[in-house]
């Protein structure tokens, strides 16, 4: 199975700040990585798709770039609504595996 | 207007059986991958398996292979997951969600069904 370790597990951030979290694949995955956004008590929702592709009617403040084993996304401006946990997924091969996620909390 | 509409909150006792249902909407059910992603209380996202509506081809994740099993009936739009025999760590909230056409990541999700068993 592909393992995907994304650091940092926590991130404590101010509104208006830059915020980047990484996700780095245990082998080559190419682009085949995707970035979900959860709030609480809600379903995760997906952000950007082959690495870099913002999912419709999703934020241009979000990007999200990589391939192979090291990717990024990123938060080019943080706002109140964008507190939340974020998951990468690779799509790469079977079986699907999920990152164990970034809890970003308001500084 | 896609959806995806999980039937409501169940609480099970250890050995019972349990199928949760999961009914799309608002667009042609039987040719979207359908996966199921199980998260644990306080714990991350897992992959079960997914399900081609149009002709059930399934694959599951090797963890779960075996320990459920997920299907789909194409001509009510609704795909299901199901125990034979729960445990107490079966308890987790338990997410069906739509597989974009051309690639695997998911772009619609239901509002996920909590599954409690406890004795």
């Known amino acids: 199975d592909i393992q995907l370790t994304q ?3 926590f991130l404590s951030a101010s509104v208006g700040d830059r915020v980047t979290i ?4 245990s082998q080559g995955i ?3 990585l995707a970035w979900y956004q959860q709030k609480p008590g809600k379903a995760p929702e997906l952000l950007i798709y082959a690495a870099s592709t913002l999912q419709s009617g999703v ?11 090291e990717f990024t996304l990123t938060i080019s401006s943080l706002q109140p609504e964008d507190f939340a946990t974020y998951y990468c997924q690779q799509v790469s091969s079977f079986p699907l ?3 164990g996620g970034t809890k970003v909390e308001i500084k | 207007e896609v959806q995806l509409v999980q039937s409501g909150a169940e609480v099970k006792k250890p050995g019972e059986s349990l199928k949760i249902s999961c009914k799309g909407s608002g667009y042609t059910f039987s040719s979207y991958w359908i996966g199921w992603v199980r998260q644990m209380p306080g714990k991350g996202l897992e992959w079960m398996g997914t399900i081609y509506p149009g002709d059930s081809d399934t694959r599951y994740s090797p963890s779960f292979q075996g320990q459920v099993t997920i299907s789909a ?3 009510i739009s609704t795909a299901y997951l199901q125990w034979s025999s729960l ?3 079966d308890t987790a909230m338990y ?3 739509r597989r974009k056409v051309s690639s695997e990541e998911f772009d619609y999700w239901g509002q996920g069904t909590l599954v409690t068993v406890s004795s």
């Open chain 1, 7 to 9: 650091s940092p597990s």
């Open chain 2, 73 to 75: 009936d194409k001509s």
């Open chain 1, 30 to 32: 190419s682009s085949y």
């Open chain 1, 97 to 99: 595996t999920f990152g």
């Open chain 1, 59 to 69: 934020p241009s403040r979000f990007s999200g770039s990589g391939s192979g084993t």
């Open chain 2, 87 to 89: 445990k107490a760590s």
């Open chain 2, 95 to 97: 997410y069906c969600a």
């Open chain 1, 22 to 25: 990484t996700c780095r694949a």
